[in-house]
């Protein structure tokens, strides 16, 4: 029988990662398990056992002391939310870490960490959908508003449209609108916005590109907008950005 990969995090965490069944263990009482399920719909699912581990790609099992310790609460188990972008893209890295051993153990670790402190920090902020639905939200619209919300994580690059979006998810306008703001707190063209201005900033820290080639490719017809967008945000110009880097 195929086993996922167990990495002995800290006497509080263990991370199980890859295909097949989890190594049998004795979890303290309390302890939390982090399901990560990719596919065409993913989720992750917080509950107190291991039920759900077979089909997830990455399994965090952590203590309530380490989680109360860490991020000052303890989530409530059986739970089912949908796994936005950022979530994901983190728990691929860490089933398709192309290292050998011991360095892709070592990796494993590190990013098992990262992913715990990503996953409290969207709940904290409330940032997850449910995937069972709400009083005010179908599991269907649910489900899809999780996709609009992947769709801008994932392509705002592109040339975005309300109508585009929409269509791709299944939403109609109105209620892609009125549900974005209701379970993100923005409106689309914020969220768009956000994520072209954060990584914009990133591409000025971490490349020497002109500023103008890093506004094109962050989705802005040209340098002007992006400089106006970029300073509103950050309260200085890009160029002052790499000038302040540099001074650091």
């Known amino acids: 029988m195929t086993l996922k990969q167990r990495i002995d995090v800290s006497p509080d965490m263990l991370s199980f990662v890859g295909g097949g069944a989890v190594e049998m263990v004795d979890l303290p009482p309390g302890a939390l398990v982090l399901c990560f399920r990719l596919g065409d719909a993913p989720v992750i699912r917080i509950g107190?056992?291991?039920?759900?581990?077979?089909?997830?790609?990455?399994?965090?099992?952590?203590?309530?002391?380490?989680?109360?310790?860490?991020?000052?609460?303890?989530p409530a188990p059986c739970r089912t939310w949908h796994l936005p972008a950022d979530l994901a893209l983190l728990a691929v890295a860490i089933r398709d870490c192309p290292l050998a051993e011991p360095a892709r153990r070592a990796l494993r670790l590190a990013k098992s960490i990262e992913l715990l402190c990503a996953t409290f920090t969207h709940l904290g902020a409330g940032a997850l959908i449910a995937a069972t639905g709400t009083r005010d939200l179908s599991e269907r619209d649910a489900a899809r508003l999780a996709a609009?919300?992947?769709?801008?994580?994932?392509?705002?690059q592109e040339k975005l449209t309300l109508d585009g979006i929409a269509r791709a998810c299944g939403l109609n306008r109105a209620k892609l609108t009125r549900g974005f703001r209701q379970v993100f707190g923005s409106t689309v063209a914020d969220a768009i916005a956000t994520r072209r201005l954060e990584g914009a900033h990133q591409l000025?820290?971490?490349?020497?590109?002109?500023?103008?080639?890093?506004?094109?490719?962050?989705?802005?017809?040209?340098?002007?907008?992006?400089?106006?967008?970029?300073?509103?945000?950050?309260?200085?110009?890009?160029t002052r950005v790499r000038l302040m880097d540099v001074a650091a």
Request: one cysteine or more; hydrophobic letters at 40%.
């Open 148 to 156: 609009a919300r992947r769709l801008v994580d994932e392509r705002w």
């Open 204 to 238: 000025l820290i971490a490349t020497d590109l002109p500023v103008s080639s890093i506004g094109y490719r962050c989705g802005y017809s040209n340098n002007a907008s992006f400089t106006r967008a970029f300073s509103r945000r950050y309260g200085v110009a890009p």
């Open 48 to 74: 107190t056992d291991m039920d759900d581990a077979e089909d997830a790609v990455v399994v965090l099992a952590v203590t309530a002391d380490a989680c109360h310790r860490l991020f000052g609460s303890v």
